[in-house]
């Protein structure tokens, strides 16, 4: 990824965190930003409780940090996690905020909700980093799947995404996932149920991905649709093409945004590979102006 000259890493005392941090460290030190090591102490517990622990770590991650050549902060703060992590990231102006899906995760609090609640605030891209699992550490954007629900700001989400190319030799897929009649709520109309209609549909979207692909980028970003569940469809699509990081759009909770964002829900449990979210913000911008001027 280019462009990027501050990350800023959510950490908890925690191997989650310490997965994230990983991630964080190897992306500033190949794109020579500098690393904000961001730690929220939750409402309701005393600053000072375990104080000691907290420093050694964060020291630790510090010290991590300068043998690797980045110049790094440590920043501890008290606070609901995700407010934390987008006031900072906004008066730094980070370029990459780094998260683990995890994160935050106390009395039973929904799974990766600090993850989603900083994806969908964030003015810059959030790498949420799966909480289980082996994940080599990303230092470029060499083999990405993006997956696109074609809204009317695809092509604004596709731009920004190809911004984030270092090099045209690396590889980006860009996927729709056209529901099947099997997988979720029957349509309102009888006549377009069944498997022609879902051809249809397919090839309509594979075209209009097609499109959606600048001249010149035709060899090394490629066009997929699938069928079938959504979330299920990407993550197979992504193991069978050797993804080493899925794009999502990161919409607002709206009206229109529901949808894709009940989908990176699913995405965090599931994901076996970094997720990075780019913000998407003209289609929630121009529905609400238009819920407000309806109203």
Known sequence: MKGISSVLCAVDIAEPGRAAFAQALALARSHDAKLLIVHG???GRSFNSGAGERETYLRDLNARARAAGVDARVSVQSGEAAEIILLHARARHSGLIVVSAQHGKVNDRAFGSVAEDVLRGAECPTLIVPAAGDVAPLRGFDNALCALDLFADAESVVERVLALIERPEHR?????????????????RPQMLGKEFERELGKDALRRLQELIPAGRQGAVLARVAMGQVAPEIVRAARSSHA???IVAARPRTRLGRRMFGVTRQLLRRAECPILAVPARATAAREQDVSRRAA
């Not at 980006?172 to 309102?188: C, E, K, Q, Y």
């Open 244 to 246: 080493d990081l899925v």
């Open 172 to 188: 980006l897929t860009l996927l729709h996932v056209v529901r099947n009649t099997a997988s979720g709520p029957a349509f309102s």
């Open 41 to 43: 102490v939750p409402l």
